[in-house]
C-alpha cells in the first residue's frame, strides 16, 4: 500500500541549531502539505504545494522555516535557527487533488525536540 | 481564531454503544468537511468527509450529520468498538486549493 513516507522520525537539535525533515509523497500526488502539530492541538498547515508552486505559506514563519519541493515530488522543511518553542510534530501529506476535493494522506511525522 | 472547535476534548464510551463526537465552525465559506482519527506516534487518517450540499454521509459504521444553519457537525460511530479509541480530528475546507482547517480533536476512549 502506498504510504508517505517521512525521516527523521525522531530529531533532537539544540537551540539555535539547523534542522531538516523530508517528505516524499505518495507516487503521482501533486499536492503536498506540511503540518505542525503541538502536543493538545490540532495540525496546523505550514506550507502547501501544488506541484512544485506553493500556494499557501501564510502560516510559515519565513524568517527561520523554509520549504522547498524542487521538482514536484519530494520536500524538505528546513528551520534555522531551531527555537524551544518549535518542539512539535512536523506532518507531511499529500493529495492526489486539491485538498477541498479529497482527503490527503499522512505520514507518520517527525517528532522534533529542541532542548 | 479558531475557526473549527471541537469542545469536547476527551469522550469514554462502553463497546457496542453509539459515540458522538461534535464540531463547530465559525466561517460561512467552509464547503467541504471531514473527519481524521489518530493513533497515539501515528500521522492522521481519513475517515470519512461530507460536501456542504449533503447533509448526511455514511460508510459502514461511521456517519457524519451537517447542520449548515447550525455551522455544526458530528459524527456517529455505532457500534463503538475498542480499536476505535484514538483521537478524532474535524477539519474543513472552502474547497479548492484553499488550505484545510483542523479543530483541536477530541480523544475517544471505547471500554470494552
Known amino acids: 500500500e502506498a504510504e508517505v513516507a517521512q525521516s527523521p522520525r525522531y530529531k533532537i537539535t539544540e537551540k539555535s541549531q539547523a534542522v531538516a525533515f523530508w517528505c516524499d509523497p505518495i507516487?503521482?500526488?501533486?499536492?503536498l502539505y506540511w503540518y505542525r502539530q503541538i502536543l493538545g492541538q490540532g495540525p496546523e498547515l505550514l506550507v502547501q504545494?501544488?506541484?512544485?508552486?506553493?500556494?499557501?505559506d501564510s502560516q510559515l514563519p519565513k524568517d527561520r522555516f523554509s520549504a522547498e519541493r524542487l521538482k514536484g515530488v519530494d520536500s524538505t522543511l528546513k528551520i534555522q535557527p531551531a527555537e524551544l518553542g518549535d518542539s512539535a510534530m512536523y506532518l507531511c501529506a499529500s493529495s492526489s487533488l486539491p485538498p477541498g476535493g479529497t482527503e490527503a494522506f499522512f505520514g507518520q511525522g517527525t517528532r522534533l525536540t529542541v532542548v | 481564531d479558531q475557526q473549527v472547535k471541537q469542545n469536547s476534548p476527551s469522550l469514554s464510551v462502553q463497546e457496542g454503544r453509539i459515540s458522538i463526537l461534535n464540531c463547530d465552525y465559525t466561517n460561512s465559506m467552509f464547503d467541504y468537511f471531514l473527519w481524521y482519527k489518530k493513533y497515539p506516534a501515528e500521522g492522521p487518517t481519513f475517515l470519512i468527509s461530507?460536501?456542504?450540499?449533503?447533509d448526511k454521509n455514511e460508510d459502514g459504521r461511521f456517519t457524519v450529520f451537517l447542520n449548515k444553519s447550525a455551522k455544526h457537525l458530528s459524527l456517529h460511530i455505532v457500534p463503538s468498538q475498542p480499536g476505535d479509541s484514538a483521537v478524532y480530528f474535524c477539519?474543513?475546507?472552502?474547497?479548492?486549493?484553499?488550505?484545510?482547517?483542523f479543530g483541536t480533536g477530541t480523544k475517544l476512549q471505547v471500554i470494552p
Open positions: 507516487s503521482g500526488h501533486a499536492t
Open positions: 477539519a474543513a475546507s472552502p474547497g479548492g486549493y484553499q488550505k484545510v482547517t
Open positions: 504545494f501544488q506541484d512544485e508552486s506553493v500556494v499557501d
Open positions: 461530507i460536501s456542504s450540499i449533503k
